[in-house]
Antibody
Framework: EVQLLESGGGLVQPGGSLRLSCVASGFTFSSYGMSWVRQAPGKGLEWVSDIRGSGIVTYYADSVKGRFTISRDNSKNTLYLQMSSLRAEDTAEYYC???????????????WGQGTLVTVSS | DIQMTQSPSTLSASVGDRVTITCRASQSISNWLAWYQQKPGKAPKLLIYKASSLESGVPSRFSGSESGTEFTLTISSLQPDDFATYYCQQYNSYPWTFGQGTKVEIK
């Protein structure tokens, strides 16, 4: 059974930093790309960042480029999102999701974690 | 960026109704279109991929179709478990983008 378990969310002041983690199980982690997708309270879904299975290729939404860094440790089956210079508009539930790391499957989110809430407020 | 425009934003329907949700892409995305279902407090769940392919385990009352840059999710006979919010998503090119969502409510 595929499981994705996020952690690391919480309350942080504007300008602060936070690191999210997503521990994966039930599939061959290195064969899957991973994404972070967020959802502000009462709003829709917004893709944040992607990392391919190798961990070498990454992508970011313009709204977080230069402030967030995605990474992964395939030996630990874990995905990370380092967030810095946080703003009020980064307040959201952050989900990790996986996709098969092969052409034609990039961005097709097969499984999602349950999310971790990040609140940016003074 | 590719904009995904979903309609309607809210839909009121009864059990047994046929329901149709539309998503329009601002440019060609071929058939790289997915549909997700999200219930309150839960993560999204993949229903349809490649515009019309049913994800394993998803009931056959869900179907997807495409016509150019317009995509449709149809629920043939709405069931109590189907009251939720539905999102389309293009995965033709980065940044991946979602429609704004359609909430299916009980009439």
């Amino acid at each position: 059974e595929v499981q994705l378990l996020e952690s690391g969310g919480g309350l942080v002041q504007p300008g602060g930093s936070l690191r999210l983690s997503c521990v994966a199980s039930g599939f061959t982690f290195s064969s899957y790309g991973m994404s972070w997708v967020r959802q502000a309270p009462g709003k829709g879904l917004e893709w944040v960042s992607d990392i391919r299975g190798s961990g070498i290729v990454t992508y970011y939404a313009d709204s977080v480029k230069g402030r967030f860094t995605i990474s992964r440790d395939n030996s630990k089956n874990t995905l990370y999102l380092q967030m810095s210079s946080l703003r009020a508009e980064d307040t959201a539930e952050y989900y990790c999701a996986n996709y098969y790391d092969r052409g034609g499957y990039y961005g097709k989110f097969d499984y999602w974690g349950q999310g971790t809430l990040v609140t940016v407020s003074s | 960026d590719i904009q995904m425009t979903q309609s309607p934003s809210t839909l009121s329907a009864s059990v047994g109704d046929r329901v149709t949700i539309t998503c329009r892409a601002s440019q060609s995305i071929s058939n790289w279109l997915a549909w997700y279902q999200q219930k309150p407090g839960k993560a999204p769940k993949l229903l349809i991929y490649k515009a019309s392919s049913l994800e394993s385990g998803v009931p056959s009352r869900f179907s997807g179709s495409e016509s150019g840059t317009e995509f449709t999710l149809t629920i043939s006979s709405l069931q109590p478990d189907d009251f939720a919010t539905y999102y389309c998503q293009q995965y033709n090119s980065y940044p991946w983008t979602f429609g704004q969502g359609t909430k299916v409510e009980i009439k």
